[in-house]
């Protein structure tokens, strides 16, 4: 049941927000209020309003990445996780029904504000939902419980967006613009957010070790966080496998927030195209998941991982030599998306249930995370950070591309420096004289 409801919080919580909102209604909706012009903010003149949204995006990654360790490592010390889950939720769903109030160039602010906090709830929100995965499924489930978690989260999140794009597609049909009906469709994910997870919150287990923490436990949080650090120092293929995670964070991440801009800036492709490409990638996704976890039960996750990173850095490839004048060019961007679609899943479910296998025996499982977590948002930072930097000096987002496809080929490296093992469990001593076999 546990295992059910987990799967269930990601059908409604990760992948409708991500996809709705990170990926496709969003980003559509404030490339088109912002087309040719100038955005004020912060006293700041921007000529590359999508350069603006990738550095407030970085912003929120950075935040999340220093600030969910401490909190992780407080929750672990009070056995107290899912209460740190409900908060985030909350100031997520809560900024993502804001996001109404964003109706034009005078209200940037409002959408730049919101996406902030909308991205730090949910962001934030999966540190601790991440850390339930070792807790529900023991570890020769946890490729194939990920891997079904993701793919329920594909389903769910075609469900809600496919409402939101008939309305936005037909908006005559409600009496309403279609601006209208994008801003309808941002309260509509943040009520769906917020309503699954009750369900979620009435059901899931807490503080599953019955600590009983003392007085004092924000300093003792950062204690507990300074020993998981340690810890993990320990530990040459966790150590390792972070370094290489760190590399797939910056690609994958960035890619996937961008798609949509970059089809509409850099391709000039209309919304009709971008969101079939949208759809594809998550129709797509739900194979390549699936696909993906019996590889890896059958040839170890490493060999699967490294399969996917060679995918996607093909994919970068075919990114950067696409261009408008290319004829057919909404073809060959349907094509990548499919490619994009069948590895996007893939990584993503491999590298959770991957780091998960290689956690040592541990009632610290948010701690843990958190440093998974903070290594992937530290990626995003420089990925996203780095794609307005090129675009704001080069005029261009094809460039940011091949350099993304390099970080990708470190990840490779990285990973195969890694000592093989087709189970990934590895016998090692942690600091606390446990033993993991």
């Given amino acids: 049941m546990a295992t059910f409801i987990l799967l269930l919080q990601e059908k409604k919580e990760n992948s409708v927000y991500s996809l709705v909102i990170g990926t496709a209604v969003f980003p559509l909706y404030y490339s088109n209020i912002t087309e040719g012009a100038t955005v004020s903010f912060l006293g700041t003149e921007w000529d590359h309003p999508d350069a603006l949204y990738s550095y407030a995006l970085s912003f929120s990654f950075l935040v999340v990445a220093f600030m969910s360790p401490v909190l992780s490592a407080i929750a672990d010390y009070t056995g107290n996780k899912k209460r740190f889950l409900q908060i985030f939720c909350w100031i997520g769903s809560l900024s993502v029904m804001s996001l109404y109030f964003f109706?034009?160039?005078?209200?940037?602010?409002?959408?730049?504000?919101?996406?902030?906090?909308?991205?730090?709830?949910?962001?934030?929100?999966?540190?601790?939902?991440?850390?339930y995965l070792p807790e529900v499924a023991h570890p020769e489930?946890?490729?194939?419980?990920?891997?079904?978690?993701?793919?329920?989260?594909?389903?769910?999140?075609?469900?809600?967006?496919?409402?939101?794009?008939?309305?936005?597609?037909?908006?005559?049909?409600?009496g309403i613009t279609s601006g209208a009906a994008s801003q309808i469709s941002f309260v509509m994910v943040g009520l769906w957010w917020l309503g699954f997870a009750q369900i979620t919150f009435r059901r899931l287990p807490n503080n599953i070790f019955d600590k009983k923490p003392e007085k004092d436990y924000i300093w003792k949080g950062f204690k507990e966080l300074k020993i998981v650090g340690n810890e993990i120092k320990n530990y040459p293929t966790l150590k390792r496998f972070l370094y290489a995670f760190f590399s797939l964070s910056v690609g994958v991440q960035t890619i996937i927030l961008l798609a949509t801009i970059f089809g509409s800036t850099e391709l000039g492709l209309g919304t009709v195209n971008l969101i079939i490409t949208v759809l594809l990638i998550q129709i797509v996704a739900i194979f390549g998941a699936w696909f993906f976890s019996n590889i890896s039960e059958r040839y170890g996750n490493f060999k699967a991982l490294k399969v996917t990173v060679l995918i996607?850095?093909?994919?970068?490839?075919?990114?950067?030599?696409?261009?408008?004048?290319?004829?057919?060019?909404?073809?060959?961007?349907?094509?990548?998306?499919?490619?994009?679609?069948?590895?996007?899943?893939?990584?993503?479910?491999?590298?959770?249930?991957?780091?998960?296998?290689?956690?040592?025996?541990?009632?610290?499982?948010?701690?843990?995370?958190?440093?998974?977590?903070?290594?992937?948002?530290?990626?995003?930072?420089?990925?996203?950070?780095?794609?307005?930097f090129l675009e704001d000096v080069t005029g261009s987002m094809r460039n940011s591309v091949i350099v993304i496809a390099g970080f990708f080929v470190v990840g490779f490296v990285l990973l195969s420096m890694i000592p093989k093992s087709k189970n990934t469990h590895f016998t090692i001593l942690n600091a606390r004289g446990r033993i993991k076999g």
């Fill in 103 to 131: 109706e034009g160039i005078d209200t940037v602010w409002i959408g730049i504000v919101f996406t902030i906090l909308a991205s730090i709830g949910f962001w934030s929100s999966i540190v601790f939902y991440n850390a």
């Fill in 141 to 174: 489930d946890q490729d194939r419980v990920s891997a079904k978690g993701f793919i329920l989260g594909y389903t769910g999140s075609i469900i809600l967006l496919i409402i939101n794009l008939g309305m936005i597609l037909k908006p005559e049909l409600l």
């Fill in 312 to 388: 996607w850095v093909l994919v970068c490839l075919a990114a950067f030599n696409l261009h408008k004048e290319l004829p057919n060019v909404d073809v060959l961007f349907y094509g990548l998306g499919g490619v994009l679609g069948l590895v996007l899943g893939a990584i993503q479910s491999l590298t959770r249930s991957t780091y998960s296998k290689l956690l040592p025996e541990t009632e610290d499982h948010a701690t843990y995370f958190s440093f998974y977590d903070a290594t992937e948002k530290i990626g995003i930072v420089i990925g996203m950070f780095m794609f307005a």
